[in-house]
């Protein structure tokens, strides 16, 4: 009898409770919660899900309608949110768009690189270009590190290494700097010359520089000779600055 009750309790209950229910299900110890929660710095509450997780709570209710939703209840629910309404987009335009009008549900990194993919785009680079450049001159912090991510796959194309490059900018932003920064290392892995030349004679920021350092150097995809250039091209840097 019991069980009947709770089953009928379940059956009427809105899609966002029984995503709590589901949520609560997959919910981590307190131990992960204190480790992931400074990693995120995002300002909503961590309920303790992993990612994986989440994915497939996102997908069990892709179809539903999101306007039920709790805004900023938690990292969590925003997840499901930006998967659910990016799933239903039909093109990258579409996707900036619905990012953009949302954006006080993305507020740290982990959403961003956990859902840039979801993003459709047309995997090809003339085509993309002038959508990704929306998402470049946003005044958002995390809507322009949603078009630097959107340029990873363009950075492993040695032709396409110029041009992905010198779409990085000067930045007040902590995340955009980090994020370039990654997709300067990413340019060396596939055309290690030309992410070196820049990173040599361009004028960005030091910081960008030394962490993109950093990140090759931390590659296992670049050669240790490589490394060796980058690390006497490191300190070459810093007399120069």
């Not at 204190?34 to 995120?40: C, K, M, N, S």
């Not at 982990?110 to 680079?125: C, G, V, Y």
């Not at 003339?126 to 450049?133: A, F, G, H, V």
């Not at 930045?171 to 300067?184: D, G, N, P, Q, T």
């Amino acid at each position: 009898m019991f069980f009947h009750r709770i089953t009928r309790y379940y059956i009427f209950m809105n899609t966002f409770e029984k995503i709590l229910i589901d949520l609560n299900d997959c919910k981590e110890d307190q131990k992960f919660i204190d480790f992931v929660t400074p990693i995120a710095n995002t300002k909503t509450k961590i309920i303790g899900v992993k990612t994986p997780n989440l994915k497939k709570i996102a997908n069990k209710y892709s179809n539903m309608e999101i306007d039920g939703f709790i805004r900023n209840y938690s990292y969590e629910t925003n997840f499901i949110y930006v998967t659910i309404f990016l799933k239903k987009a039909k093109n990258i335009d579409e996707c900036f768009i619905l990012l953009t009008t949302n954006i006080d549900l993305i507020d740290t990194w982990a959403l961003t690189d956990s859902t840039f993919k979801m993003i459709k785009t047309s995997h090809d680079f003339n085509k993309d270009e002038i959508s990704i450049e929306k998402f470049l001159c946003s005044k958002k912090e995390f809507i322009i590190r949603y078009g630097f991510l959107l340029l990873f796959e363009y950075g492993k194309d040695p032709s396409l290494s110029e041009v992905v490059l010198n779409k990085i900018f000067e930045s007040k932003y902590f995340y955009v700097m980090m994020v370039e920064a990654r997709l300067i290392s990413i340019v060396a892995v596939y055309n290690f010359e030309a992410a070196y030349k820049y990173l040599k004679e361009s004028n960005i920021d030091l910081k960008i520089k030394l962490k993109a350092i950093s990140k090759c150097r931390d590659s296992f995809r670049i050669s240790d000779d490589n490394k060796i250039k980058l690390k006497n091209l490191r300190e070459e840097l810093k007399t120069y600055f």
